[in-house]
């Protein structure tokens, strides 16, 4: 089944081929096919990578590149020979089923090149195996020899058991990962109540400075979710979070198989060695309590003991054999990124870690990939970068103008100062009008009328505009509806005629006489 590379992958594969790694070495860790490893090196090696150059040459715009001139375009997710199968599975499945008869996939690959349907045998293998229920046979398992000291570690989680909360007071369940030298059998615990990617990037970083501050070139993991995404007997699909972890610890990923014990059993029997001898009936504080006592029981306990398939102290055998072959101590802490897939609002803005992020072009409703670290936030869509934000915390909002659209930056910025320009482009007066709409103690509150004069002046034109905007001035009559009647009732050049003045004064027919509103005269006016 074909499935997307994705970037970081791309990355992984031209990492190891500059490590001097072969092609099948690439494909078997990063879990892709030679031919696909082989066509991204050809084309970074045309993009002019040199393979003695350094792994300072993978930036983010020559992995654009790769995606852009390799990655084929298959949009049900198969290419032609996987479709060519299709209307012969009825027949595969029953070539294939063990009760009709007794054929391999090799077999089934001759008899289908005589009917003219020829197919890369491997597409073939994936198609019985998916579709039609083809598998393996059981195989006898056999000791596999131990690898050279300081190269390999394999890692597990498993349940150690309950631990009181005593912020709750409630019982939560404590996990346990046990990273375990696969030479020396010398191994270390940590202790979590998820299993997370950052509980395990935790434990390894936890792990490297218990052996020594050194790191183990090979990692072998179980199929755990925060490290595979999507576990397969063929090609794992590996989390992007761990898949960074390694790039920047300079580690590989050897993954064990699904339901493969035998794959990791230098581990296998560590979690419940560690949970019978160690935390089994003991009374802890808290996790720290119970963490800095198995940082103990790793060096005292479980590193002096005489292992029973060596019969040496595992402890003696690292520190004598291992720990001078180890790669160097991270020298920083490792700053684990967010990812996400978040959908591009209508705003143009997307949200994440509830923070706001502006997007530029027209990708409203589309999902884009992000990476946020500590410093910066960086959008991808469709493995092509197009924009680099600075984190905010949660709340905060960045948002650049030149990714909204131009009619529409003003409002969003709140850019009062542009919209008094953008008016005064229009005349003197109509500038003048739109100051003093929004001669307010919250200018953005007034920023609609400004946009409804605009507005007027699209309509009726600058000068009439122009002219009405001089009229409602001298009056000192700052509205916009009133702009707008003036306007619609072509009032804005008209001139008041004068009043007609009054020389006689015609009598009222009924006024009275002004002696008739005479008071009389109080005593004391009397007087």
């Known amino acids: 089944m074909f499935r997307e590379v994705r970037v970081f992958e791309i990355k992984e594969v031209l990492r190891l081929w500059l490590r001097k790694e072969g092609y099948r070495s690439i494909a078997r860790l990063v879990s892709v096919d030679r031919r696909t490893a082989r066509g991204y090196v050809e084309a970074a090696v045309g993009a002019g990578v040199v393979r003695d150059g350094g792994e300072g040459q993978l930036s983010d715009e020559l992995l654009a590149q790769l995606v852009e001139a390799v990655r084929p375009v298959r949009p049900r997710g198969h290419g032609a020979a996987w479709e060519s199968l299709v209307p012969h599975q009825a027949q595969i499945t029953e070539w294939l089923d063990p009760d009709k008869g007794d054929l391999t996939v090799t077999k089934v690959h001759d008899?289908?090149?005589?009917?003219?349907?020829?197919?890369?045998?491997?597409?073939?293998?994936?198609?019985?195996?998916?579709?039609?229920?083809?598998g393996r046979a059981r195989q006898t398992t056999v000791r596999l020899a131990d690898p050279p000291p300081g190269q390999e570690c394999q890692i597990d989680f498993g349940r150690m058991g309950y631990l009181v909360d005593r912020t709750t007071g409630k019982r939560r369940v404590v996990h346990g990962l046990v990273v375990t030298?696969?030479?020396?059998?010398?191994?270390?615990?940590?202790?979590?109540?998820?299993?997370?990617?950052?509980?395990?990037?935790?434990g390894l970083e936890a792990a490297w400075a218990f052996f020594g501050g050194g790191v183990f070139p090979v990692v072998i993991p179980d199929n755990l979710k925060p490290v595979v995404d999507k576990a397969d007997p063929l090609n794992p699909r590996f989390n992007q979070a761990f898949m960074e972890y390694t790039q920047a610890r300079g580690f590989v990923i050897d993954t064990a198989r699904v339901r493969k014990p035998r794959d990791k059993?230098?581990?296998?029997?560590?979690?419940?060695?560690?949970?019978?001898?160690?935390?089994?009936?003991?009374?802890?504080?808290?996790?720290?309590?119970?963490?800095?006592?198995?940082?103990?029981?790793?060096?005292?306990?479980?590193?002096?003991?005489?292992?029973?398939?060596?019969?040496?102290?595992?402890?003696?055998?690292?520190?004598?054999?291992?720990?001078?072959?180890?790669?160097?101590?991270?020298?920083?802490?490792?700053?684990?990124?967010?990812?996400?897939?978040?959908?591009?609002?209508?705003?143009?803005?997307?949200?994440?870690?509830?923070?706001?992020?502006?997007?530029?072009?027209?990708?409203?409703?589309?999902?884009?990939?992000?990476?946020?670290?500590?410093?910066?936030?960086?959008?991808?869509?469709?493995?092509?970068?197009?924009?680099?934000?600075?984190?905010?915390?949660?709340?905060?909002?960045?948002?650049?103008?030149?990714?909204?659209?131009?009619?529409?930056?003003?409002?969003?910025?709140?850019?009062?100062?542009?919209?008094?320009?953008?008016?005064?482009?229009?005349?003197?007066?109509?500038?003048?009008?739109?100051?003093?709409?929004?001669?307010?103690?919250?200018?953005?509150?007034?920023?609609?009328?400004?946009?409804?004069?605009?507005?007027?002046?699209?309509?009726?034109?600058?000068?009439?505009?122009?002219?009405?905007?001089?009229?409602?001035?001298?009056?000192?009559?700052?509205?916009?509806g009133l702009i707008g009647r003036m306007l619609e009732r072509a009032r804005e050049t008209a001139v008041q005629p004068p009043l007609p003045q009054i020389n006689n004064v015609v009598p009222g027919r009924f006024a009275r006489d002004p002696s008739h509103f005479a008071t009389r005269p109080t005593r004391r006016q009397a007087e």
């Open 111 to 134: 008899l289908l090149a005589r009917r003219g349907v020829v197919v890369p045998y491997r597409t073939l293998h994936r198609f019985a195996v998916q579709r039609c229920g083809a």
């Open 181 to 202: 030298a696969c030479y020396s059998r010398h191994c270390f615990v940590w202790l979590t109540h998820r299993q997370t990617t950052e509980a395990v990037i935790a």
């Open 265 to 480: 059993a230098r581990c296998e029997r560590g979690v419940p060695y560690a949970r019978r001898s160690f935390f089994a009936g003991e009374d802890f504080v808290d996790l720290p309590d119970a963490q800095a006592r198995a940082l103990r029981w790793c060096a005292e306990v479980a590193g002096m003991r005489i292992h029973g398939t060596t019969q040496l102290r595992p402890a003696e055998v690292f520190a004598a054999e291992e720990a001078h072959l180890l790669l160097p101590a991270p020298a920083e802490v490792y700053d684990l990124p967010l990812y996400a897939k978040p959908k591009v609002h209508r705003d143009h803005h997307i949200e994440v870690d509830r923070a706001l992020y502006s997007i530029p072009g027209n990708l409203i409703g589309r999902q884009v990939e992000v990476r946020a670290d500590l410093a910066l936030v960086r959008v991808w869509y469709r493995g092509q970068p197009i924009k680099v934000h600075p984190r905010q915390p949660r709340g905060g909002r960045h948002t650049d103008p030149e990714d909204l659209p131009s009619e529409k930056t003003v409002y969003a910025m709140r850019d009062i100062e542009h919209l008094k320009r953008l008016a005064a482009g229009h005349g003197q007066a109509v500038g003048a009008y739109a100051t003093a709409l929004l001669d307010s103690p919250l200018p953005w509150t007034r920023m609609r009328q400004v946009y409804r004069l605009l507005g007027l002046v699209k309509k009726w034109g600058d000068e009439r505009v122009e002219s009405a905007c001089q009229r409602a001035l001298e009056a000192e009559a700052v509205d916009v």
